[in-house]
């Protein structure tokens, strides 16, 4: 066992599965003799050498177009964005080419790949650097989205992720990266893509988050049940394709949802995910189903972020005027 | 080294055959076996053939939207040639006689263009990857399946096409100076013909030929005569040479003409006049080839004359086998997005299925 943060355990984790499986080469802007801007690869360079470990040209599409051309001739590519706000020149990769080349060519050529890339606002950063941009992911066929919000998912979903025959763009709350430690054991651990977790059971509302705000929603939901309110709390950890099933049953339990996330509102998951609940469970219903998220905004610079970024307080407010419906 | 020789700053051309079909100069004359001669030679014809064909099925209303190849046969056949079986070919979607020559059925590519994902599927051992739409985007992953050939040890090289518009793309440069930097195994064949739709070549870019932004990449550029079929060959095997002996990219841009219209929508009697399209016709690569096979005599008129008749009736046959094909199974749509179908895929396949037969279908 170990103590260890998401970046600590995505370090280890990229460490144990490339001493495992010679064919995995880590690339990215800064992401071999440094390590990374935040250091998630630190170490890999010296340990495997610059051709398993590299910086690659500060080109996105070639980092993506690059990695598409390495899977198919046998590698297995994990490669870093170093910013969800700077994957654009590289989605045009994403979505025309990592997404189809399975369906393309009818299943001869697939492109195993992990796009990793930090995501989310609240560490007081320049533009372009706290976007939460799952919902651009989420809506491409042939694309597989993670979020963990602890280091053991970190560790669980990312070696899943490597493991995983199509392509997965691994999303990592940045604002969590040092946040918190986890007790980890040291041999290799898997998390289920497509598999939610229930962090606490409750029987009156269902709160569905993912990411940093999964900590957020920890914190609101304290004290609740001293008031008479038990909440259910989902952890969704993978967005596409995302655990149905979990909140469905919870919401024919509870009656109520409120989706909390930090993309914006317009087309995001909570939409599809209320969506689904209209489906699969409308005649439970006590409440509305709600959202939470981010105004349909540019997300402002630091001095401006603190509106934006979603409260603990604000989570609470939401899930009792629920719960007065 | 022909790069040398033919620096594209100089403006110099390299040529081995000229338009008439005789030898330039005998010293640049590259070692080819008869068989292969003629199998290029074949491949070539049966190409023109087969997208002659192609463009009357498509005024018959049985073809869909089609992107003819006709003038370029030797620009794309000929770096085909200089490959061995391991090598790895990228198209961009206008390779058809190229892809022909590394092995892909004619059967698959009418396929395509008739509208079937099927017609992708190559065997495996052919090593083509499949047909690349968006413009450029192909150099990039050629520039990946290079750097693997070279992580693994393994003496092969990818081969990629890109077209003159596609060189004002961003994803040409970042392939091109990905595998440059990284000295990966790849050679780059720009078959310039010319025209982007209807934006001419100097609309593309300033430079004056487009074998001269090799030099800012640090790697060898040539501008060949892509209507010789010698010269391209001779080009590509000297390229394919370099990045195996670890020198990295050679970008190597192919002088053609599109003879035909950029797809089978287009009507390049707008913006194109007929004087250019006689300039270029004069230019063929395949009488030129023709004549050089003759004069070499392993080709004669009525052997010319009977393998026409041979490709048309091929081309007929095989594009009738491809209209039998019918429709795309519904399984199929669905099957290829992922590994294995997640469960909400699933269940929106099954609901379709039950609506089905629920109406009787």
């Known amino acids: 066992m170990a103590v260890e943060t998401i970046l600590s355990a995505i370090n280890k984790t990229l460490f144990e599965q490339m001493e495992k499986d010679d064919s995995i080469v880590v690339f990215g802007e800064d992401v071999g003799f440094e390590g990374g801007v935040f250091r998630a690869t630190k170490g890999l360079q010296q340990k495997f050498g610059k051709k398993r470990s590299f910086d690659s040209p500060l080109a996105e599409s070639a980092i993506i177009g690059g990695a598409i051309g390495m899977a198919v001739n046998g590698l297995k590519p994990v490669v870093e964005i170093q910013f969800s706000g700077f994957m654009f020149p590289g989605y045009n990769q994403i979505v025309t080419h990592a997404a189809r080349y399975r369906n393309r060519t009818r299943g001869l050529h697939t492109v195993p790949m992990v796009i990793r890339m ?24 042939g694309l597989k989205v ?71 929603a920890e914190k609101a939901i304290k ?23 979990a909140i469905a049953e919870s919401v024919k339990k509870t009656g109520r949802l409120l989706v909390v996330h930090e993309a914006v509102k317009s087309f995001g998951p909570g939409a599809e995910i209320i969506s689904m609940i209209n489906e699969e469970a409308f005649l439970y219903l006590e409440a509305p189903p709600t959202r939470l998220t981010g105004f349909v905004i540019t997300i402002p610079l630091p001095k401006g972020e603190h509106h934006f970024i979603i409260t603990p307080e604000q989570i609470r407010s939401k899930i009792k005027e629920l719960m007065a419906f | 080294m022909l790069t040398k020789k033919f620096d594209p700053l100089k403006k110099k051309i390299f040529q081995v055959l000229d338009h008439e079909g005789n030898i330039v100069d005998e010293k640049l004359v590259p070692k080819i076996d008869d068989e292969t001669l003629l199998k290029m030679y074949k491949t070539m014809l049966l190409g023109r053939v087969a997208d002659t064909k192609a463009l009357q099925y ?63 599927h190559f065997d495996e051992e052919l090593r083509i990857l499949p047909i690349s739409v968006p413009i450029a985007s192909q ?79 640090g790697i060898p550029g040539i501008l060949v005569d892509g209507n010789d079929p010698l010269a391209m060959y001779a080009a590509v095997k000297e390229a394919r040479q370099n990045a195996l002996d670890g020198q990295g990219p050679t970008l190597i841009e192919a002088l053609t003409y599109r ?52 490709y048309n009736d091929y081309s007929n046959k095989t ?40 109406e009787g279908k």
């Open chain 1, 223 to 245: 004290g609740l049940e001293d008031e008479g309110i038990n909440v259910e709390l989902i952890d969704l950890r993978t967005i596409q394709p995302y655990d149905k099933e």
């Open chain 1, 146 to 216: 993670v979020i963990p919000s602890t280091p053991y998912d970190a560790k669980g979903l990312l070696t899943s992720a490597i493991q995983d025959p199509d392509p997965v763009i691994f999303m990592e709350p940045k604002r969590l990266y040092r946040a918190f430690k986890q007790e980890l054991p040291d041999k290799e651990i898997k998390v289920q893509i497509g598999k939610a977790k229930t962090l606490k059971k409750g029987d009156d509302i269902t709160v569905v988050a993912w990411g940093s705000l999964v900590r957020e």
């Open chain 2, 259 to 310: 003879l035909g219209p950029h797809t089978t929508s287009d009507d390049p009697t707008i913006y194109r006049d007929d004087k250019e399209l006689k300039h270029w016709e004069a230019r063929d690569p395949i009488i030129r080839f023709k004549k050089y096979l003759i004069d070499k005599k392993l080709l004669t008129e009525e052997e010319d004359e009977k393998l026409q008749k041979e």
């Open chain 2, 319 to 358: 594009f009738k086998k491809v209209e039998k094909s019918g429709l795309v199974p519904l399984d199929d749509v669905f099957n290829y997005t992922y590994e294995t179908l997640p469960k909400d895929l699933q269940k929106q396949l099954s609901d379709y299925k039950t609506y089905l037969e629920s």
């Open chain 2, 139 to 217: 150099v990039n992953h050629a520039a990946g399946v290079a750097y693997a050939a070279k992580y693994k040890g393994d003496k092969e090289v990818a081969l990629v096409f890109v077209g003159d518009g596609g060189t004002s793309h961003g994803e040409f440069h970042e392939g091109l100076n990905f595998a440059a930097v990284t000295e990966s195994p790849l050679v780059v064949v720009i078959q310039n013909n010319q025209w982007a739709i209807s934006t001419p070549r100097e609309a593309q870019t300033k430079a004056q030929n487009l074998a001269s932004k090799a030099i800012g990449y």
């Open chain 1, 118 to 141: 930090p995501y989310g606002g609240g560490i007081r950063a320049l533009e372009h650097h706290s976007e939460s941009l799952e919902t651009l992911f989420a809506s491409i066929p």
């Open chain 2, 58 to 120: 498509q005024r018959q209303g049985r073809m869909l939207t089609y992107a003819p190849i006709k003038g370029q046969e030797a620009a794309q056949v000929a770096p085909v040639a200089a490959l061995e079986k391991k090598d790895w070919m990228v198209p961009a979607f206008r390779e058809m006689a190229g892809m022909m020559y590394k092995g892909a059925s004619l059967e698959k590519l009418y396929l395509y263009w008739y509208g079937n994902e099927e017609g992708n």
